[in-house]
Every structure is written in structure tokens, then in C-alpha cells.
């Protein structure tokens, strides 16, 4: 080999030395700034969450590859990485504490993590989380509160999940609790609210619903006559209705977008698509 390539390999070598004596470990990261549990913060005082229970809120929320996972009140990052790291997750942290930020940065450096989980300093009221396919929250029950307004605006199916505190009378989609802690699922409904007409698409049927909701739970009654649904389901933007018919029953699985519900009704016992919108 030619002395100058014996050379660029050396020099290679050497680089790679010395970039690897300064590749940063969880130990590097706190060295350079190790929080305490219990420090204040803006709204808060800061204490991780346990790995058990970081696991069980993303399962409950069932996070994947396809996921944007925003963790409001990221502390050092621990949710934000181990949605990437575990689930393979884009996700973002924003904690308010720029010391925290930087730590939980360097701690998804650290994980082989940084380009899919980021760790930013902002304060959460003001970070526009709308991209989110998942929301996560250590938070006390009033900053949950103040945040669910903007919660409740959000993509219908987008999973929100709170470590130990509530939403006040939003009740929980589903709820879990072991000597981990407790954690609370919830899944942001489509607004189907009002009364609905739906045609089916040759225009030779139709039918009313009257909806009334209060966050996930509907009822409602069909018809000039306001006869009671006898079932209704509302998960996400997706809708399941039923309800007594000349003897029978009238089944509607639909998908609502705005004020349009798109569904498969099944009545008479024939089955043909429907599109309901809202008057």
C-alpha cells in the first residue's frame, strides 16, 4: 500500500478514536446536569416516572412506528426516548427547565435515539402539539384541565394517556393500576353532536338521528317520532348506532368527518352505503 494511503488510514483510525472517547453516555449526560427528585419547576415539581410504568401508559396508547408521540412535561426525556426506542416512535419531549431539556437531549444522543425522539424547551401551553398521533402527561389534575380544551380539538382517534391524574369529568376510555401507578387512557372523539340526515347514495332512502353528546358518550333517538337508539358507541371519529324498526333492527357503522358521517347501514335486512350530514 502507498505510504499516503497507509497515512489516510491512519488518520481515519485516529478520528474515529477520538470521536468515540467523546461520545456521550447517560453518565456524560449527568455529570453535566443531574436533576433531583422533587426540584421545582414551572408548574410542577419534577419526579420520574418509574420504566414499569413508562412501558404500560405507551402499550395502553399502542404506540408504533407510525406514531407522533408528544410528551407534555418531558422532564428528562425518559417517555420521549422510550417511545422511540421501544416502539420505534418519531416523538417529541417539551419541558419548560432548559437544564432539563438539555439533559434529556443528550440522554436520547446517549440511546441511540436523537433522530427520532427530541427533547425541546418550550412551555407546553404555547407548543402547537397538533401533529400528535399520541399525547402523553405527568401534569397535576388543573394543568390537565387547562390543556383539555386543545386536547379536545385535536385529530378524532388521537390516544391520550396521563400518568396518576384525571380530566375532571372527562371519564377515562380505559384505566390501569398496579403498585407501578396508576394510568389513564383516554381517545379524543369526533364532535357528532346534532341532528343528522342520512341518504343512502342511489337517493332512495333516508332516515333522521338526533345526537347528544358529552365526550365520548351519545344517545339519541331516529325519526320524526324520536324513537331511542338502543345503542350507541362513539370511539375516535368512528360510530356505531342501532335502533328497533318495524320489527327488526337498523345497524349504522359509519366514520365522521366534520359534519359529514360516511356508514354502512344495514336496514331491512339489506346492507348499502349511507352518508349522513349534519343540519
Given at each position: 500500500?502507498?505510504?499516503?494511503?497507509?497515512?489516510?488510514?491512519?488518520?481515519?483510525?485516529?478520528?474515529?478514536?477520538?470521536?468515540?472517547?467523546?461520545?456521550?453516555?447517560?453518565?456524560?449526560?449527568?455529570?453535566?446536569?443531574?436533576?433531583?427528585?422533587?426540584?421545582?419547576?414551572?408548574?410542577?415539581?419534577?419526579?420520574?416516572?418509574?420504566?414499569?410504568?413508562?412501558?404500560?401508559?405507551?402499550?395502553?396508547?399502542?404506540?408504533?412506528?407510525?406514531?407522533?408521540?408528544?410528551?407534555?412535561?418531558?422532564?428528562?426525556?425518559?417517555?420521549?426516548?422510550?417511545a422511540a426506542k421501544d416502539f420505534g416512535a418519531r416523538s417529541v419531549g417539551v419541558e419548560y427547565n432548559p437544564d432539563m431539556a438539555k439533559l434529556g437531549q443528550c440522554l436520547a444522543k446517549a440511546e441511540g435515539v436523537a433522530g427520532r425522539a427530541t427533547i425541546v424547551q418550550g412551555?407546553?401551553?404555547?407548543?402547537?402539539?397538533?401533529?400528535?398521533?399520541?399525547?402523553?402527561?405527568?401534569?397535576?389534575?388543573?394543568?390537565?384541565?387547562?390543556?383539555?380544551?386543545?386536547?379536545?380539538?385535536?385529530?378524532?382517534?388521537?390516544?391520550?394517556?396521563?400518568?396518576?391524574?384525571?380530566?375532571?369529568?372527562?371519564?377515562?376510555?380505559?384505566?390501569?393500576?398496579?403498585?407501578?401507578?396508576?394510568?389513564?387512557?383516554?381517545?379524543?372523539?369526533?364532535?357528532?353532536?346534532?341532528?343528522?340526515?342520512?341518504?343512502r347514495k342511489d337517493g332512495r332512502d333516508r332516515f333522521a338521528v338526533h345526537l347528544e353528546q358529552k365526550f365520548q358518550e351519545i344517545s339519541g333517538a331516529v325519526g320524526d317520532r324520536r324513537e331511542p337508539l338502543t345503542a350507541a358507541k362513539l370511539k375516535g371519529a368512528q360510530i356505531?348506532?342501532?335502533?328497533?324498526?318495524?320489527?327488526?333492527?337498523?345497524?349504522?357503522?359509519?366514520?365522521?368527518?366534520?359534519?359529514?358521517?360516511?356508514?354502512?347501514?344495514?336496514?331491512?335486512?339489506?346492507?348499502?352505503?349511507?352518508?349522513?350530514?349534519?343540519?
Amino acid at each position: 500500500m502507498p505510504t499516503s494511503s497507509l497515512r489516510t488510514v491512519a488518520l481515519i483510525a485516529c478520528l474515529a478514536l477520538t470521536a468515540s472517547a467523546y461520545a456521550e453516555t447517560r453518565n456524560d449526560c449527568q455529570r453535566q446536569f443531574k436533576p433531583e427528585t422533587g426540584q421545582s419547576g414551572k408548574d410542577v415539581v419534577w419526579v420520574p416516572t418509574n420504566d414499569a410504568l413508562v412501558g404500560r401508559m405507551l402499550r395502553m396508547a399502542a404506540v408504533g412506528p407510525s406514531d407522533v408521540v408528544y410528551d407534555l412535561g418531558a422532564g428528562d426525556g425518559k417517555i420521549a426516548i422510550a417511545a422511540a426506542k421501544d416502539f420505534g416512535a418519531r416523538s417529541v419531549g417539551v419541558e419548560y427547565n432548559p437544564d432539563m431539556a438539555k439533559l434529556g437531549q443528550c440522554l436520547a444522543k446517549a440511546e441511540g435515539v436523537a433522530g427520532r425522539a427530541t427533547i425541546v424547551q418550550g412551555d407546553i401551553f404555547e407548543t402547537d402539539f397538533s401533529a400528535a398521533s399520541v399525547v402523553t402527561l405527568y401534569l397535576l389534575p388543573e394543568l390537565n384541565l387547562r390543556l383539555r380544551p386543545t386536547i379536545l380539538k385535536m385529530k378524532p382517534g388521537t390516544r391520550v394517556v396521563s400518568h396518576s391524574f384525571l380530566m375532571d369529568d372527562w371519564e377515562p376510555d380505559d384505566r390501569s393500576s398496579t403498585e407501578d401507578g396508576q394510568a389513564y387512557l383516554w381517545i379524543v372523539p369526533a364532535n357528532v353532536g346534532g341532528t343528522w340526515t342520512f341518504k343512502r347514495k342511489d337517493g332512495r332512502d333516508r332516515f333522521a338521528v338526533h345526537l347528544e353528546q358529552k365526550f365520548q358518550e351519545i344517545s339519541g333517538a331516529v325519526g320524526d317520532r324520536r324513537e331511542p337508539l338502543t345503542a350507541a358507541k362513539l370511539k375516535g371519529a368512528q360510530i356505531d348506532l342501532s335502533f328497533a324498526e318495524n320489527g327488526g333492527t337498523t345497524t349504522l357503522a359509519g366514520q365522521a368527518k366534520g359534519d359529514r358521517i360516511e356508514a354502512r347501514v344495514t336496514r331491512a335486512g339489506k346492507t348499502a352505503n349511507y352518508v349522513g350530514t349534519r343540519t
